[in-house]
């Protein structure tokens, strides 16, 4: 008798999980560059405290992310119920910001790595997360038996 793969397990094999990581991945470089060039202009340009700063360059890389992910991997209209996957992105990103800034925090306060290593690592660590919450929750067409 077959074993029945679990969803979390059909999710993550399927050949379009498979096309749309990479994508999500990528989308994710673009924003940590967006982010980290925010983050010093604003700490080392601008006298911005860091976590301050971090918090802006979240907002603006984040939208921008939503924009590229929504429209190239997932492949949606960018009109296509905007506002509402809009708030639930908001909702991902408020837990994943809330994660990443800790993790950033402690490595910079209590590590002593510098505060750009800091985020960076925090980005990182948050980004498979983030990507199953986007596929299976935000952009949840592409769930199993859907499109």
């Known amino acids: 008798m077959k074993k029945k793969k679990s969803f979390k397990i059909k999710v993550l ?4 999980t498979v096309r749309q990581y990479p994508k999500f991945i990528l989308t994710g470089i673009i ?4 982010n980290l060039s925010i983050l010093y202009t604003l700490t080392e340009l601008f006298n911005v405290y860091y976590l ?8 603006i890389s984040a939208t921008c992310n939503f924009m590229i992910n929504k429209t190239w991997t997932f492949k949606e209209d960018i009109g296509e119920r905007f506002w509402q996957k809009y708030l639930k ?3 991902v990103w408020f837990t ?18 510098y505060y750009l290593v800091s985020q960076f690592i925090a980005l990182t660590v948050v980004g498979f997360i983030s990507f199953l919450a986007h596929k299976i929750w935000v952009f ?5 038996g859907k499109k």
Do not use: C, D, N
């Not at 094999?13 to 379009?16: A, H, P």
């Not at 924003?31 to 967006?34: A, D, F, K, L, Y």
């Not at 301050?52 to 907002?59: D, F, K, L, N, R």
């Open 52 to 59: 301050i700063s971090a918090i802006i360059a979240a907002v």
């Open 96 to 113: 994943v910001i809330l994660i990443s800034l800790g993790i950033l925090y402690l490595l910079t306060e209590y590590l002593h790595l």
């Open 31 to 34: 924003g940590v560059i967006v």
């Open 89 to 91: 992105f908001g909702i």
């Open 140 to 144: 949840e067409k592409y769930r199993l």
């Open 13 to 16: 094999t399927q050949k379009r």
